[in-house]
């Protein structure tokens, strides 16, 4: 159609798509109820973490009354606690 062959221009897309998907992971924002899940924790524990440990992820506003937490804020808390917790 544009002189490129047909799989050149399907290989793009699938780059193209793969490359999306790969930033709307990246951006993917959890409730408090899905970061709590995440984490193992209660609701009043998470907050109270959220509240004493400077290193816990920082919660995102959505609106006036809805925050939530970034996958991978949560996913890269997770990795430095179960780092800490092998090298003790």
Do not use: W
């Not at 408090?32 to 924790?41: D, R, S, T, V, Y």
């Amino acid at each position: 159609m544009n002189g490129q062959p047909a799989a050149d221009r399907d290989d793009r897309a699938t780059h193209s798509n793969l490359t999306c998907e790969a930033i709307m992971s990246d951006i993917t924002v959890l409730s408090i109820e899905q970061a709590c899940k995440e984490l193992g924790l209660s609701e009043p524990t998470m907050r109270r973490r959220a509240a004493d440990d400077p290193t816990f992820p920082r919660k995102i506003k959505l609106s006036a009354r809805r925050v939530g937490y970034l996958r991978r804020d949560i996913e890269a808390y997770l990795a430095k606690q179960r780092e800490a917790a092998l090298a003790s």
